[in-house]
């Protein structure tokens, strides 16, 4: 998801002014927690000044309070808990009108409290009418909402994730599986590590084999959907369905976000996908009414914010999903099709690998801190066809000689590495790096990872690193894997359409 | 009767780029560059909360096309980009407005999301903040209260409304508009206009608000006592302000008329029941041609009596629109059907009296009943009757509160239900902002003059009489005035008389001058202090001007021929006249300067300076004297 919630407190006891905030698919854990009405105040997030005016005029968030104003002016509204930025002395007042404006605390002359509000969520979503006899879906939470509802009278969003609240935002979904929901845990999508690609992984393993279920979608934070969609990849294999990954890039209060419709088109591909393999399904583009679903090794996120931000990279998606047709459309030659011999798991991840980027000018003791703190691998994003600079090959040497694993990426992205062609890259393998082929970075940080949780034997990490077991190498780089540079031009000159 | 009228105005801001990113602020007209489509949505919980003209829009699944332009809109607009900042410059001009109009201002602004799901905001919510309250205006006559001064961002324009889509233009939205809601306190047309009048001023002082069509619009909710609040939207020109208060006032008046008469004849609510009969068979072999098409394409002839309604269906609401025309508003809203007809325009429109009569025994209606006739396909036609006998019971409790369209004659037409209280929720994107005493004393500096300095200053300064100083005040042109004198160096009691006086004569010899536009104007007088024509030519210039719109003021002055004459040519022309009164001259003497200024005159007018012709005619006319 969107970064622009970092600015919000971590979890505390009462998250109130978190609240006022819309969640989204990266949330907190706030996930369905009641209002704590009496215990309002210790998280009002006000300063010391007007904590102690709320004090003296015994006067808590949510009170509907009259003030006066050293200029005259009396206000009535609902006092609503402090934003985290902006300064922590402006009392918040929510007018009958809906609008909320600051009050500067040092200019209250009189305050007093002449109500209390209850929050007002609306009503309940509807139980669910589901057609018989469609196939099973199940949806995992690992951080966020599919669904939020607004209590419009403190502004507040609560994220849900029950089957209900799913249903009630997407009811299309209704006509297209039945559907069970979990949540797992609820994390910014950045705060992930890979002890959280194996708990999701050991969750999907046990949901397949246990339900049955057509597919699983995974609601996801963007940011780093692509790393676990990677993990998961590598994770389970033998698969009776898909695994989709799917995530907003505008978050799911607002009627415009993306979230119902990359969800139901995740819903569709997991009934209706021939592959059963870890995927991603976001936009194609401006338009809800085209998605792509992604290979999991071979997807990135590539713009900060629009819809259509997840793209594969020295690859063509696997399939198009079209709403409102629902038709799903395989643009993949080759694929893991769905399989009834059970999954296999093979789960787990090193948490000692590193990714680091080579730049101009870089000290090459970055790279032997690393060997130093006793990693076990590190994926170095070098330059064009996979190159650092001279200074970092006798780091590399030595990381090796020391049985640390140095896989080479590119950070041009598209392409592949190949360490013949230029002297430097003729020096990396010498000095024991593995080229990453076509992976990109985070997909080589992300197999380094699992790979080093398999062996730790350099010549075997060489082999398995360079063995395509999730389709993640391709041998051969088509041309259509790189989207061409010219459609820029039909804009240019004024040119329409 | 006593009358309230609150008053909404929203005026676009003249600022260099819109409210939350950096995109010009003006209107395209080429072709948009690319297109995208989009839904809206709220969680099935929530829509019982909705208002009903935003659920039956939702309801309605249309998806909303968007128009884009690379160089004119940016992904924010698309909703592809979170807003940036809020634009300092328009918080400025909201700021001075605030002032200007008496407001307090919040310590600290907080933009909110107020939800909008009929697609003309791509994100499904209108950004908006609460700026400046608790102001007043002053007009003659006393104070109306400003209840609120907001600060919010324009929709997208709707291009085109299709079946399924509705088709939006981008590059609107995202303007800042100022929005101006005065308390509900005003008590008459002519008081509704003059507030308008004076906020539209105040807001043009600023000389920072965007000007020409569209870019002010006039909200009016309006209700007589024991009517109903009815909100007139979309009002574009000042002038009609009173006009659609007067119109709307007769409109409540006559249905609570109706209302009463309903009463005396006892009917209910109960006796107005949705019961529509199918009624195809008595227009098997009718003239009407719409009856005609509507059947041969699978339609049907539906009607539904109406107890106790007859002769109240063609009562007049407002000049050319009868209780009936509100029903087929509302029929043509809920049903999407081209129309109705009711019993009181019937026989007509090809239906027969046969016919008329034949439905009406098939609904058994008795002496005071009407009816109403829908041609449609079966399940519109059906919606439409419901939405017709809906009305027929509102028609019971007097005036339905609704929301009302302003048609360019004055009177209104239903434009949708009124929509339920706003549903906000904090802008999280966008953080809030201090409006500390720092910003406020540099924004008092920023204010416009207030009016009685001005008028202080017209007198004193610019020598204009009272009169016309006073005038100017009260005008729509004030800061056109001002602009002149300062920019162009006109004099300013010509530009005065001209704006107040010379625009009045004409419009009251009938010549069109609403199509004269600032540009003309600004244009003539450059041209006159240029000396491309003298004073006299103005009137017959602008003339020109209002019946020829298209034309540059100096090409106005070309066609009609009032290149100005130098000194050196008037002199010759007066010569060349006289000459040819040169007997009468030389008989009368002196006295000969009535009749050769008239002469002269007949010619001349409006290509010499009138002072210095009547000084040359003079010498001249001594020179043919005092030589005989």
Redesign the interface.
Known sequence: M?T??RNQPPSSSVLLATR???LNFSSRKTRNRPLQFSRAMSGSGYGELASRLLESSEIQVFDEVELE?D?G?TLRGVLLPR?Q???PN?L?LK?S????????SR?VRSFRKVGRVLPHL?????PPAPQTGLPRVHFIGTGGTI????D?VS???YPHFTAE?I???I?ELESVAIITAETLFSIFSEDMTPRHWALIAERVAKVFESDGPAGVVVAHGTDTMGYTAAALAFALRRLPGPVVLVGA??SS?????DS??NVLAAAVTAVKAPFAESVVAMHA?????KFYVHRGVKVRKMH????DAFRSVNAVPLAKVELPSRELVVFAREYAPRSKEGVVLENGFDEKVALVKFYPGMDPEILDFLVDRGYHGIVVEGTGLGHVGEKLVPSVRRAVEEGVAVVVASQCIWGRVNLNVYRRGVELLKAGAIPAEDMLPETAYVKLSWVLARTRDLREVTKLLLTSVAFEIDKRSEEWYYPPLSYFEK?AA???? | MSVKVGLEIHQMLDTREKLFCSCPTSLRR?????????????????L??LDPAALFEYMKGK?YLYESY?DGTC?VE?????PHQLNQEALEIALIVSLMLNC?V?????V????V?DGSN????QR???IG??GYVEIEGGKVPIA?V?LEEDAARKIEERESEVVYRLDRLGIPLVEIATGPTISSPEQAGAVALRIGQLLRATGRVKRGLGTIRQDLNISVEGGARVEVKGVQELELIPKVVEMEVQRQRTLLEIRDELRRRGVSREQLEVKPVDVTDVFKGTSSRIAKKALASGGVALAVKLSGFARLLGRELQPGRRLGTEMADRARYWADVGGIFHSDELPGYGISEGEVNEVRRLLNCGEHDAFVLVFEERRKAERAVEAVVERAREALEGVPPETRAANPDGTTRFMRPMPG??????E??I??I?VGEELLARIRELLPEPPEAKYERFVKVYGLSPELARKLLRSYRLDLFERVVSTVGAPPSLVASTLEDTLVDLRREGVPVQNITDEHLMGLFELFAKGGLVKEAIPLVLKRLAENPELEPEEAVKQLGLTPLSPEEAREAVRRILNRMERMIRERGEAAFGPAMGAVMRELRGRVDGALISRIVKEELAKIVGGS
């Open positions: 969107s622009r919630r006022l905030f819309a104003r200029d002016v934003p930025y902006g300064d402006v918040v007018l009108n809906g609008y909320n404006i600051g009050v500067d200019r609306g009503s309940p979503a509807p669904a939020s509802r607004i419009y502004g507040a969003v609240d249903y009630s935002m009811p890039q505008r209060d607002r009627p415009s976000s119902a419709t583009g401006l338009d809800d009414t900060t914010s629009r819809r804009f004024g040119g329409s359409q | 080429d072709d948009p560059h690319s297109r995208f489509r989009r839904w809206l949505r709220l969680a099935r919980s929530e019982g909360e998806s690379v992904l698309m909703d592809e980009e979170p307090k919040v310590d600290e602004v907080h909110m999301r107020k939800i799901i791509t994100t499904g919510f908006t903040a609460l309250f608790d609120t907001c209280k706003a549903r906000m929720y904090p999280t994107d953080r809030p201090v």
